[in-house]
């Protein structure tokens, strides 16, 4: 039997070619107005997201396999 992957957690996170996890940095969806425009643009960068191996396979288990 295989493993459902979580696809709430899936769309929010991206698999590069190499394995690496990558994820958008938290807070910036909206009301961004009153800040300055350099935070604005690092909030649209990616950041490493660290998970461990076995969560990696539980909870991502066919974006891997992309």
Do not use: C, E, W
Not at 6 to 23: D, E, P
Not at 38 to 61: D, E, H, P, V
């Amino acid at each position: 039997m295989s493993i459902k992957t979580n696809k709430s957690l899936t769309k929010r996170l991206k698999v590069t070619k190499n394995g690496k996890i990558l994820a958008r940095a938290p807070g910036f969806n909206h009301f961004n107005a009153k800040q300055s425009r350099t935070k604005q643009l690092s909030g649209r960068k990616s950041n490493n997201f660290s998970i461990s191996n076995k969560n990696a396979r539980t909870y991502l288990a066919t974006s891997k396999n992309k």
